[in-house]
T-cell receptor
Framework: EADIYQTPRYLVIGTGKKITLECSQT?????MYWYQQDPGMELHLIHY???????EKGDLSSESTVSRIRTEHFPLTLESARPSHTSQYLC????????????FGPGTRLTVL | AQTVTQSQPEMSVQEAETVTLSCTYD???????LFWYKQPPSRQMILVIR??????QNATENRFSVNFQKAAKSFSLKISDSQLGDAAMYFC?????????????FGKGTKLTVNP
């Protein structure tokens, strides 16, 4: 398994709270991604980054924001959590190379009450 | 836009037997990459196998192999000598080869159960 970490693994929080999901990787990968996955469903890209100070929105519209101040760190923030944000959030990273294979973190399962 | 279809929501196999998971995709591109990812319950998603569209030879990784039919836009995964640890959700994914587009397009997944 790749060296990519996410914290917390599980989070239950009330509506209106600000939350930050952490993602870090120790592989020196330039590219990082955030996916959203509802239970039993496919993954949808919500944010990605090509490197420090680079962030882009993915296909699935999301109220979350991201930042990339350091190569190894790509946190995702929700300013005001809502029940509709309940989902699993997966972070991934890749290095330029054959097929730019993406390596995934363990995910954060978020429940907003 | 590219799409990936996995027509089997669930599959089951007896331990030590062989199972094939189906995946079809739609694209107008000639060069791209295809992946199979495995997601065990409550565990990390890991890459199982990767295929470059320009390669005619089917990729293999130990007990895992693919049947890549470019004209038919089909990319099935064969698991030989199935083991209990193979039980997981399996996702087929497509990625364009065009520079600057990093998106992986995933299918909805196939849940594989391995029976002892």
């Amino acid at each position: 398994e790749a060296d990519i970490y996410q914290t917390p693994r599980y989070l239950v929080i009330g509506t209106g709270k600000k939350i930050t999901l952490e993602c870090s990787q120790t592989m020196g990968h330039d590219k990082m991604y955030w996916y959203q996955q509802d239970p039993g469903m496919e993954l949808h890209l919500i944010h990605y980054s090509y490197g420090v100070n680079s962030t882009e929105k993915g296909d699935l519209s999301s109220e979350s924001t991201v930042s990339r101040i350091r190569t190894e760190h790509f946190p995702l923030t929700l300013e005001s959590a809502r029940p509709s944000h309940t989902s699993q959030y997966l972070c991934a990273s890749s290095v330029v190379g054959v097929a730019d294979t993406q390596y995934f973190g363990p995910g954060t399962r978020l429940t907003v009450l | 836009a590219q799409t990936v279809t996995q027509s089997q929501p669930e599959m089951s196999v007896q331990e030590a037997e062989t199972v094939t998971l189906s995946c079809t995709y739609d694209t107008s591109e000639s060069d791209y990459y295809l992946f199979w990812y495995k997601q065990p319950p409550s565990r990390q998603m890991i890459l199982v196998i990767r295929q470059e569209a320009y390669k005619q030879q089917n990729a293999t990784e130990n007990r895992f192999s693919v049947n890549f039919q470019k004209a038919a836009k089909s990319f099935s995964l064969k698991i030989s000598d199935s083991q209990l640890g193979d039980a997981a959700m399996y996702f087929c994914a497509y990625r364009t080869s065009q520079g600057g587009s990093e998106k992986l397009v995933f299918g909805k997944g196939t849940k594989l159960t391995v029976n002892p």
